[in-house]
């Protein structure tokens, strides 16, 4: 069974940055797309942004030139930088590998991130 885990959330003013990590604990990253997704209280999960097996990133409207999604294969290891934080990112922040399957869907438990006005 694949293991996922984040790390790297934190309080944070606004304005400020914060950089994400999702380490999985087999190589499943080169086989499946990655996403990262936040819940706010109260609010529906929505995805931020992915990343394909072959390096392909998408993001969502709300944080387009903000966040940004990278790998390193050797570490097993998804990123998420988010730079320009505003108290709306507020959320837990969820690392997902295969984008809600199927064939593939594992979640990891969740990082939360707080941005303070």
């Known amino acids: 069974q694949v293991q996922l885990v984040e790390s790297g959330g934190g309080l944070v003013q606004a304005g400020g940055s914060l950089r994400l990590s999702c380490t999985a604990s087999?190589?499943?990253?080169?086989?499946?797309?990655m996403g990262w997704y936040r819940q706010a209280p109260g609010k529906q999960r929505e995805l931020v942004a992915s990343?394909?097996?072959?390096?392909?990133?998408n993001y969502a409207d709300s944080v387009k030139g903000r966040f940004t999604i990278s790998r390193d294969d050797a570490k097993n290891t998804r990123y998420l930088q988010m730079n320009s934080l505003k108290p709306e990112d507020t959320a837990v922040y969820y690392c997902?590998?295969?984008?809600?399957?199927?064939?593939?869907?594992?979640w990891g438990l969740g990082t939360q991130v707080t941005v303070s006005s």
């Open positions: 990343i394909t097996s072959g390096g392909t990133t």
């Open positions: 997902n590998v295969g984008l809600g399957g199927p064939p593939y869907n594992m």
């Open positions: 087999t190589s499943i990253f080169t086989i499946y797309a």
